[in-house]
């Protein structure tokens, strides 16, 4: 059995861009994933870019995973990976659905793909 450090580096060890990895990334998750096998994914309808202050993820999250970058108009969410447990305390809170649990394999590799994009 794999420790959960260890779980979370293999994780990342399979940001390599290959066809293996793609296909594990993007295939059907296993009906009930571990924790640290998740992450979360703060969407485009949370209302903090719009000007409206709201916080509550930020405010539920033990590890303080979720922090806000003011931009013009309101203030922009980030979810920091590294320190994201996966435990979603922070899903029920959002007032507009905004947050949701996907897979990390799924979120590191998009990841890596937009930051390869923006080099
Ligand atoms: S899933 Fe848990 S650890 Fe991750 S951002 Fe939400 S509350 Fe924080
Ligand atoms: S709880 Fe939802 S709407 Fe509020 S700041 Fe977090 S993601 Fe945005």
Redo the contacts with the bound molecule.
Sequence with gaps: MLSTKERRHGAEMNTTLTRRNLFRAFRPGDAAPEPEAR??HIGATCVEPRGVTCRR?GE????S??KFTLMRGGAQPG?DMT?????????PVCPVNA?A?IDRDRALLAASVAAEARS
């Design positions: 992450v979360a993820c539920a999250c033990d590890v995973a979720i979810l320190i994201c447990t996966g435990c979603g305390e922070c899903a947050i649990l």
